[in-house]
């Protein structure tokens, strides 16, 4: 009984270790960030993207629960998308707004594409997922969804199920606190390298693309699967704009001309041009990020701030980690925390 229990109590170690640990990247030329760089003068907002409801055929979360998650994790706007429906306009106020997604299709029914309508905001959605690949013209003035949260679980459903089945394990141990760590199944740097590498130039923003798929409600309680107040807090965005926004209209013109960073934490960090220079801070001391160019070149570096001047013109995408702990070359519990929007450094001539 005795030999049991040890064991036991080794084999929760091991996994409490291995969820401390992975994943393990091994960095190359690093190069550390010595440079002070301050929060940028602008107004900051956060916003969840690509949500769907009761309108939607294939979920059953209520209006009302969406407000609710929005308002408890502090987020600023909520967009929702139902399919084909714009019905929860019905239930909108000025921080919840109402969009659509639709399929299109050509003359011979044949899908080329899908898309999310709001207001004047287009945005291509799924690319990433093989049936719903952009098969029209690259429109610069569409948005890109870089990153499905559902579209990137549901890729590595044998890693999702054993990544639930531990975390169950460990949840007596380590509670709400394993939630968070999902967020290592995503491979930002996967997305990025596909959309520079495709030609696309479009502005960045992350989608959750969330379905309640089990709902029960009683007089005094609500049971949804999976519940909006988990998918807000794995992953939002955070919009940097040069004016306050004051309603709707201000919101979605600020996705257009101010800096979009797709985050994966509740706090905020901040990449943007200033000058034609990149700059980027991150909250966390244990920050490590890789610049991406246009021509696929990657540049890696350590440190909370970053200043680059030295970039040819062209477009760049900021990718940043956390860590656990450095050794050597190498990092352990490395996990994302955000990516930037699509940046263009322009040539001084």
Known sequence: MIKLFLFFVFFIFILILWFFLFPVRRTKRVFLCEDLVEPPEKFIYSYVFH???QFSYDSLGKPQDVIEARDLLGIDFVVVTDHDDDSIKIFADERLLAGKEIKLNNKEGQLQGNLLQIGSINVIAHHFRNRYRWKLEKNKDFLFELINLRDVFLAHKRKLFFYSITAILLYPFMGKSLISSFIKLIDTKSYALKYLSEGWRCKIIGGLDHHVKFYVKEVKRRIMLPSYKISFSLMRNFLLSSIPIKGKEDFLK?????????SFSDKPSFVWVEENKIKACSPFTNTYMIVISENLK????????????????????ILGYTYKFRFGGMLFGVKPLFVSDLLEIEDDN
């Open 254 to 262: 600020a996705m257009k001309e101010g800096v979009n960073v797709i």
């Open 51 to 53: 949500i769907h409801t």
């Open 298 to 317: 990657e540049r890696e570096f350590l440190g909370s701030n970053l200043l680059l001047s030295d970039l040819e013109p062209g477009y760049y995408i």
